[in-house]
């Protein structure tokens, strides 16, 4: 399928409908494996579950006084890991809403959190320029990973669970070694901070946003960059790969939900319809829909409203 092919086919995507629920802006969001079911992570302390088939929440989850500001899902959906302003990650059963246990070790804000494939650790970064690797099943610390020299704003890993990526203020993204601790390469070219990281889902390439505007495709086998992708007017706050890894979703500060060509780094669309700032997007259902939360408070549904109804 050519660019403009695929160009045509998502004219066709549309604002399916808006999500409310919190009150105060969304941080972060993450999706089950199957799609079906996700989390969003607020400032108002709050974090929600919901079902794509419904418009209001199915559940929430508590965090009292401190603003969420990441969350994931494990791979078998059963619990969900969460960082705050309060130093701390919480570990949470998603059957009933219950804590499991809380994690403390940093020293600063919790921004980013993520969990290996095999369930059984978290790797969280931190205000406190620390990345932190966790065993989920004894709830203790397995090491700290030092390298950055600012804010640690977000962190991935790789999907055989083998290495992690993390970006942060001092503008690089580092790659390490999760079984050692060892840094393997630190990946010069954003001129800004870097707000977002994800690995494509062959483990081969991996998207970054950064505050100066630009969202970069790298190529993690001969670090290098491939694609520069330009369209954003603000801060690219948050990025996503497709399930089959050809499509890429990024979302900014400039209000706006962008969807990409990875093959050859073309804009495909751009989404309008948020108030503020987009912190937060991920694709849904095979990529027939993507969503997006923002400091507007809301949780919209991007996608052909044809598709989304064959799909439910």
Known sequence: MTASTHTSEYNNWTNIYTLKGHDDGIASLAITADENIFLSGSWDGTIKM???????????????????LSVAISPNGETAISGSRDKTLKLWDLSNGSLIFTLKGHNDWVHAVTITPDGNKALSGSWDNTIKLWDLEQGELINTLVGHNSFVRSVAIAPDGLTALSGGDDEVLKLWDLTTGELLHTFGGHKGSVTSVAYAPDGKTALSGSWDETAILWDLQNYKPIHTLIGHVDTVRTVAFSKDGNLGLTGGWDKMVNLWDLSCGEML??????EKEVNAVTFALDGKIALSGSRDCTIRIWGNQDIFGKVN
């Open 269 to 274: 669309h751009s989404f309008a319809g948020h």
């Open 50 to 68: 919901w079902d794509l088939n419904h418009q209001q929440p199915v559940q929430s989850f508590i965090w009292r006084d401190n603003s969420v």
